[in-house]
């Protein structure tokens, strides 16, 4: 699932790296999501549930972790919808190296998620979620592809796989 932002070539290509990191078919934008589409009858509890967005350490969208999960259970979201949930934006899921940050969009949405029994594993990066872009051009269009992806955290670059945590 993509949420606006960026200029529409730019966000297709880290939508596609995205997709072909986590071995996903496709992204969709939400307001194009069907009302129950996320129901655990629809997705069958086996997708993970990638979201991209803008944010910072205290909203994802524009949303806050309340006004976010209600706009996932307008879509049917519930538990068994997902076994996964990633959060794909900068700062979500903000830590320190010892993981000392207490509250963070992630780690209030994780709580919101247990209150309404839901399960799912919830990922967020611990930095800034940074993509590296590759302006091409063929038969007069613009288009980019993206050489890399990962976390920028003050005390280093996380590779993807790394600088994802686990919200608890």
Same mark, same amino acid.
């Given at each position: 699932?993509?949420l /606006?932002? /960026?200029n529409?070539?730019?966000?297709?290509?880290? =939508?596609?790296?995205?997709? /072909?990191?986590?071995?996903?078919?496709?992204?969709?934008?939400?307001?194009?999501?069907?009302a129950?589409? %996320?129901?655990?009858?629809?997705?069958?509890?086996?997708q993970? =549930?990638?979201?991209?967005?803008?944010?910072?350490?205290?909203?994802?969208?524009?949303?806050?972790?309340?006004?976010? =999960?209600?706009?996932?259970m307008?879509?049917?979201?519930?538990?068994?919808?997902?076994?996964? *949930?990633?959060? %794909? @934006?900068?700062?979500?899921?903000? @830590?320190?190296?010892?993981?000392?940050?207490?509250?963070?969009?992630? #780690?209030?949405?994780? #709580?919101? $998620?247990?209150?309404?029994?839901?399960t799912?594993k919830?990922?967020?990066? !611990?930095?800034? $979620?940074?993509?590296?872009?590759? !302006?091409?051009?063929a038969?007069?269009?613009?288009?980019?592809?993206?050489t890399? %992806?990962? *976390?920028?955290?003050?005390e #280093?670059?996380?590779?993807?796989?790394?600088?994802?945590? =686990?919200?608890?």
């Amino acid at each position: 699932m993509a949420l /606006d932002w /960026d200029n529409q070539a730019a966000r297709s290509a880290k =939508l596609k790296a995205l997709a /072909d990191y986590y071995h996903q078919p496709d992204f969709t934008a939400f307001k194009m999501l069907g009302a129950d589409v %996320m129901a655990p009858t629809k997705t069958g509890g086996k997708q993970k =549930l990638i979201i991209n967005s803008h944010s910072n350490a205290n909203v994802f969208a524009g949303y806050s972790p309340e006004s976010f =999960l209600t706009q996932l259970m307008s879509k049917g979201f519930a538990e068994g919808s997902f076994p996964e *949930i990633y959060l %794909m @934006a900068c700062k979500v899921g903000e @830590a320190s190296q010892n993981n000392s940050i207490i509250t963070n969009f992630a #780690r209030d949405l994780k #709580r919101l $998620l247990v209150g309404h029994g839901i399960t799912a594993k919830l990922y967020a990066p !611990r930095g800034i $979620l940074t993509y590296s872009l590759e !302006r091409k051009q063929a038969s007069g269009q613009t288009y980019y592809t993206v050489t890399e %992806m990962f *976390i920028k955290a003050p005390e #280093r670059n996380y590779p993807l796989d790394e600088g994802m945590l =686990l919200i608890t």
